[in-house]
């Protein structure tokens, strides 16, 4: 039987390595890979080689988690459960690029500028609308968490990243592969693809 | 201050009663410039109906004098918070959706982005929003209908000649969207000689009267132009040193007022790197800068061929938008394009995370994914051709182009020997 969650959790990250698709699947790094391996074997993902290369879907890998994946909702019977969530998510959403922008540049006196991280309180502000943001993006996440288990994932990795970037470690907020933006932007992929809405 | 007011010349409030927006439409007004008729309701009646319901007396009067078939309902904070709160357009002022429409503005006082953005901002939540009641005029009413946006000087470069973008026989809704190719502002002489001319009177005598650069949202209706709003300065590093220079020359402002109006930001802002406008630069689009830098590469259409392609050399992804999908091509390029989004989105986010050079919303590019290319009104040019991008104006130029830090050299030496002579200390 394929394995769907290696499979798809590919399919959402998009073109990576073994250590980010173990980080987002809660696998081991060597069982991400050796699962990765078996999914080549199917002709479902392949590896490029070079400086720039990773792991990532062929076609027919992104046509067999399409259809996994609208089968698994099928049988969950949560299609209008999802819908609404992701009508929820699509509210919060500006908000977060938003987020993200303010944490990248600045207004100082009439100029956009990147923001340096030299002021302390700008930089808490930002992270308190960040946290203001995951209040309500945790009750987004809950009910897609019981529509479709696999989505809870997404809420531990949204928390510790914010964690991360409370403790002091701000890059976790956008600027990392495992960020909070590029964790929720793969949640954004996921719905679109659990949905099978396109880009 | 929670009556409603008609939108007259002679109406003496300031911005804090009669907000950004309407002030700005009063003093259009003021300097013999169209405005569709309206009435501005306080932010005073927003604070009021936020803390306990209470609306204001004489909508339905007001909308009534109004005498208009439809209207438009827009938000006018004291302080411009653009795109943050609702509006509503092609209301019937006559029905239930006017006050359903005047209390949703009200209400996005309290949308979580608009509170972000006033935290970021320093904006105080007490305040509330004015809201605008105008005349709906329509940009998409026959041949002779259009909209637009237009600064009085452009706002890259900071070189006096109006600069902006219209639609023709489209609402100004579809000009801000970014989802729609705009034409460049200059058409408009061709196209509606009248409306035009219209338009350089209402700059120049804006730009006077603020003594700065100007900004203005308009729209044309059957042949008739009417502005829609109008916002001062906002120009950034070395077009704000420029136009601060050009002012003083023109003796619209004096050196020292140049001087106070150039903070030391704005300075350190205008030597990042830029390419070198020059007359025979190939200029093929230009969108909006949204990752400082200048960046020369190889075009690729695609993620995957934007990775493939690094390893011989620098490449620039040219995308219609960018998703977690494209982060391999993002990290691999040297610069990043996209043809729709704006500042905030994934692509402008990505590469301001990774350093990147980046162009968003160049609306002018099509990405053609069957054929590898990308299509310009009248070119092609295919994946693999040089080219060079800035991503603090926004230009996309074919092969390489020579980059400087200080093209605004002599305005910019010049303001320096200003506030040297005035002995006048920049402001931080």
């Known amino acids: ?199 | 201050m929670t009556g409603i007011r008609p939108l007259s010349p002679g109406d003496p409030a300031g911005p804090g009663v009669l907000g950004g927006k309407g002030h700005g439409l009063v003093t259009l007004m003021r300097l013999g410039l169209p405005v569709p008729p309206g009435f501005v309701i306080p932010p005073a009646a927003c604070r009021a109906y936020l803390r306990d319901g209470t609306f204001p007396d004489g909508l339905d009067a007001a909308a009534r004098d109004l005498r208009a078939a439809l209207v438009s309902v827009r938000s006018g904070a004291a302080v411009s918070m653009p795109g943050m709160m609702d509006t509503f357009l092609d209301v019937d002022p006559r029905s239930a959706d006017l006050r359903a429409a005047v209390e949703a503005v009200f209400s996005s006082w309290l949308l979580p982005r608009a509170v972000t953005y006033r935290e970021l901002h320093g904006i105080p939540h007490d305040l509330g929003t004015a809201v605008v009641v105008q005349a709906m005029v329509s940009g998409d009413r026959d041949e002779h209908s259009g909209s637009g946006v237009a600064f009085s000087r452009d706002p890259s470069t900071g070189a006096r000649h109006p600069y902006g973008d219209v639609l023709f026989e489209r609402p100004g809704t579809d000009v801000v969207s970014g989802r729609v190719a705009t034409r460049p502002l200059g058409e408009l002489e061709q196209r509606e000689p009248a409306v035009w001319a219209a338009l350089l009177d209402g700059l120049d005598r804006v730009e006077r009267h603020y003594r700065d650069v100007c900004h203005v949202e308009f729209t044309f209706e059957s042949g008739r132009l009417w502005f829609l709003q109008v916002r001062p300065g906002g120009l950034a590093g070395r077009a704000a040193v420029r136009v601060a220079v050009d002012l003083a020359d023109e003796r619209i402002i004096d050196r020292a007022t140049a001087v106070r109006r150039v903070s030391a930001r704005q300075i350190r802002a205008a030597r990042t790197p830029r390419i070198l406008i020059t007359d025979d630069l190939d200029v093929i689009a230009r969108g909006t800068g949204a990752s400082p830098g200048v960046a020369t590469g190889r075009i690729a259409v695609t993620a995957d061929r934007a990775a493939r392609m690094a390893a011989d050399g620098p490449v620039i992804l040219v995308r219609p938008h960018t998703s977690p999908l494209d982060m391999h091509g993002l990290a691999a390029a040297a610069g990043i394009v996209t043809t729709v989004g704006g500042p905030t989105s994934h692509a402008a986010v990505v590469a301001r995370a990774m350093g990147k050079a980046a162009i968003v919303g160049a609306a002018g590019l099509t990405v053609d994914l069957a054929s590898g290319q990308i299509l310009t009104s009248g070119r092609t040019l295919p994946e693999g051709v040089l080219i060079t991008i800035d991503g603090t104006g926004g230009e996309l130029v074919a092969g390489t182009a020579e980059t400087t830090t200080d093209e605004s050299g002599s305005h910019l030496d010049r303001l320096l020997a200003w506030a040297a002579s005035a002995d006048t200390a920049l402001s931080p």
């Not at chain 1, 932007?185 to 809405?197: A, M, N």
Request: charged share 25%; net charge negative; proline share 4%.
């Open chain 1, 1 to 199: 039987m394929t394995d769907l969650l290696v499979l798809h959790t590919l399919r959402c990250l998009g073109f990576t390595d073994p250590a980010r698709v173990a980080d987002a699947a809660a696998l081991t790094e060597a069982d991400a890979e050796s699962r990765l391996i078996d999914l080549a074997v199917e002709g479902l993902v392949t590896r490029t080689p070079g400086p720039f290369g990773g792991w990532g879907l062929t076609e027919a890998g992104k046509s067999e988690d399409a259809r996994l994946v609208a089968a698994e909702l099928a049988a969950a019977g949560t299609r209008d459960a999802v819908t609404g969530a992701f009508e929820r998510f699509l509210v919060l959403n500006p908000e977060l690029l938003d987020l993200c922008t303010a944490w990248h540049m600045r207004p100082v006196h009439g100029v956009t500028e990147v923001n340096d991280h030299t002021d302390a309180g700008y930089d808490a502000r930002v992270l308190a609308r960040f946290a203001d943001l995951d209040r309500r993006a945790a009750d987004v996440c809950a009910d897609l968490g019981t529509a479709l288990p696999r989505f809870a994932r997404y809420r531990e990795r949204l928390t510790a990243a914010l964690a991360r970037a409370t403790a002091g470690e701000l890059e976790h907020l956008a600027d990392t592969t495992t960020s909070y933006h590029n964790v929720w932007f793969q949640l954004h992929e996921d719905l679109l693809v659990t949905l099978g809405i396109p880009r």
